[in-house]
């Protein structure tokens, strides 16, 4: 018998995607951004929504086509490297970068404003307490999207459009002048901002997360499974531009009363304080909280679904062991996190970027096995030019790539190996095979 999901389970799919998106980098990036843009705010935002709304988007997408697994999106690269990969990804979303900043956002916008002298171990106790209880949601692993889809996002978004409406009624200031690479290369700029959600990397496995949460509710059919994990995604992407919108647009506005912030956080904080008076920090907290929490259910969940995949420890196992690291982690501080994280981003994200671009094309390249070979090596290869850059290494010697000085020097070689492998025929393809 064939079955079909009901309109509210599709939403609530759609929700809970959104809500695994909607995490630290989405809520205090954009603030600061649209500030710096200042009269170039759209083509700032329309770059940041390439990369943290289309490019995850366009992941989803390039899952379902694959067959809806990290194995099918992978299948023409050799094992090791299909999983060292994974590997390095779910670290990074996972208990080295953006699960653990979920619990320092949340600290430093929802609870420290509220301690008059707060400390370290404020920190301590709180990141505790929040990835317990994160740990606590993601025990029951197939129960995730009736407890985020039905019931944490649909409270989440009342309060982000509480908040959007406020900002659009009665914005807090005029926009002001674009500042540093904001007023040079603003759609860049923003392109790059994005990759500070770490969206992309988060959608390749979200994705397999909503795959299981539609298997548990009984759907088999592999087209029906891919006409709702789209479905998801189209959800997540609108909900994603609404609120970028309305973040950039709060930033852009945001001078009068945050003019000088050093992140997005304070940007926000402000605001919020100057539209709702005392009670704004409360409405602040509570939007940062269920946010921060829902990404951090889902990113110990994706991260403890794959490991537990690959070794013989079991999927609560891996919960523990994947809240406990970032519990640790998240007491380093937020700035020396972000700092250690960019370097890593623009290494990996192009990586990323090529994957799903060769997914898109497979069925029409020759050689699929040559062409996923060449072309994600020659991207990692530049990437690693950027990302070292970004880092503070000399790499001028590299400065005749083209796009290099807005550090994308990945891209053209990249796009350059994934033509050259249309030309590439059947007979390269077995001398590739015999040499390796």
């Given at each position: 018998m064939k079955h079909n999901l009901k309109p509210s389970d599709i939403i609530a799919l759609g929700f809970m995607l959104f809500a695994f998106f909607l995490?630290?980098?989405?809520?205090?990036?954009?603030?600061?951004?649209?500030?710096?843009?200042?009269?170039?705010?759209?083509?700032?935002?329309?770059?940041?929504?390439?990369?943290?709304?289309?490019?995850?988007?366009?992941?989803?997408?390039?899952?379902?086509?694959?067959?809806?697994?990290?194995?099918?999106?992978?299948?023409?690269?050799?094992?090791?490297?299909?999983?060292?990969?994974?590997?390095?990804?779910?670290?990074?979303?996972?208990?080295?970068?953006?699960?653990?900043?979920?619990?320092?956002?949340?600290?430093?916008?929802?609870?420290?404003?509220?301690?008059?002298?707060?400390?370290?171990?404020?920190?301590?106790?709180?990141?505790?307490?929040?990835?317990?209880?994160?740990?606590?949601?993601?025990?029951?692993?197939?129960?995730?999207?009736?407890?985020?889809?039905?019931?944490?996002?649909?409270?989440?978004?009342?309060?982000?459009?509480?908040?959007?409406?406020?900002?659009?009624?009665?914005?807090?200031?005029?926009?002001?002048?674009?500042?540093?690479?904001?007023?040079?290369?603003?759609?860049?700029?923003?392109?790059?901002?994005?990759?500070?959600?770490?969206?992309?990397?988060?959608?390749?496995?979200?994705?397999?997360?909503?795959?299981?949460?539609?298997?548990?509710?009984?759907?088999?059919?592999?087209?029906?499974?891919?006409?709702?994990?789209?479905?998801?995604?189209?959800?997540?992407?609108?909900?994603?531009?609404?609120?970028?919108?309305?973040?950039?647009?709060?930033?852009?506005?945001?001078?009068?009363?945050?003019?000088?912030?050093?992140?997005?956080?304070?940007?926000?904080?402000?605001?919020?304080?100057?539209?709702?008076?005392?009670?704004?920090?409360?409405?602040?907290?509570?939007?940062?909280?269920?946010?921060?929490?829902?990404?951090?259910?889902?990113?110990?969940?994706?991260?403890?679904?794959?490991?537990?995949?690959?070794?013989k420890l079991s999927y609560k196992a891996w919960v523990i062991i994947t809240g406990i690291a970032c519990a640790v982690v998240a007491n380093i501080g937020?700035?020396?996190?972000?700092?250690?994280?960019?370097?890593?981003?623009?290494?990996?994200?192009?990586?990323?970027?090529?994957?799903?671009?060769?997914?898109?094309?497979?069925?029409?390249?020759?050689?699929?096995?040559?062409?996923?070979?060449?072309?994600?090596?020659?991207?990692?290869?530049?990437?690693?030019?950027?990302?070292?850059?970004?880092?503070?290494?000399?790499?001028?010697?590299?400065?005749?790539?083209?796009?290099?000085?807005?550090?994308?020097?990945?891209?053209?070689?990249?796009?350059?190996?994934?033509?050259?492998?249309?030309?590439?025929?059947?007979?390269?393809?077995?001398?590739?095979?015999?040499?390796?």
């Amino acid at each position: 018998m064939k079955h079909n999901l009901k309109p509210s389970d599709i939403i609530a799919l759609g929700f809970m995607l959104f809500a695994f998106f909607l995490g630290a980098g989405n809520i205090i990036f954009p603030p600061l951004a649209g500030q710096l843009a200042g009269d170039n705010v759209i083509p700032t935002m329309v770059g940041f929504l390439l990369t943290a709304v289309g490019l995850p988007l366009l992941t989803i997408i390039a899952i379902a086509i694959a067959g809806g697994s990290w194995d099918h999106l992978t299948k023409d690269l050799p094992k090791r490297a299909a999983v060292l990969m994974a590997v390095l990804i779910f670290i990074i979303i996972g208990p080295a970068f953006a699960a653990p900043r979920t619990g320092l956002v949340a600290y430093e916008m929802a609870i420290r404003p509220f301690i008059a002298d707060a400390g370290q171990m404020d920190l301590t106790l709180f990141s505790i307490f929040f990835f317990v209880v994160a740990m606590c949601f993601a025990w029951t692993q197939g129960k995730l999207i009736d407890i985020i889809g039905k019931f944490l996002t649909p409270a989440l978004f009342v309060g982000l459009i509480v908040l959007a409406a406020a900002v659009f009624l009665n914005p807090q200031g005029d926009i002001m002048a674009a500042q540093g690479n904001y007023l040079t290369q603003p759609l860049t700029t923003g392109f790059l901002e994005g990759y500070n959600t770490m969206d992309t990397f988060g959608s390749l496995m979200f994705g397999m997360l909503i795959v299981d949460a539609i298997r548990q509710k009984g759907i088999e059919d592999k087209a029906q499974t891919t006409k709702y994990l789209i479905s998801a995604a189209l959800i997540a992407a609108a909900g994603l531009a609404f609120v970028y919108i309305s973040l950039f647009y709060l930033g852009a506005t945001s001078g009068a009363v945050a003019d000088g912030a050093d992140n997005g956080g304070v940007v926000l904080s402000q605001y919020v304080q100057a539209l709702f008076g005392s009670s704004g920090q409360l409405v602040l907290s509570v939007i940062v909280l269920l946010a921060c929490l829902t990404t951090a259910i889902g990113l110990i969940s994706a991260c403890s679904d794959y490991f537990s995949s690959i070794t013989k420890l079991s999927y609560k196992a891996w919960v523990i062991i994947t809240g406990i690291a970032c519990a640790v982690v998240a007491n380093i501080g937020l700035s020396q996190l972000i700092s250690l994280s960019v370097p890593v981003l623009f290494a990996l994200y192009p990586v990323a970027i090529a994957l799903v671009a060769l997914t898109f094309v497979r069925h029409k390249l020759p050689n699929p096995r040559s062409a996923y070979r060449v072309v994600m090596l020659v991207s990692l290869l530049f990437a690693l030019i950027d990302g070292a850059k970004v880092a503070g290494v000399d790499v001028s010697a590299f400065s005749v790539l083209p796009l290099f000085e807005m550090g994308m020097g990945w891209l053209l070689p990249t796009a350059a190996a994934l033509i050259a492998m249309f030309f590439v025929g059947n007979n390269q393809e077995q001398e590739l095979a015999q040499q390796s």
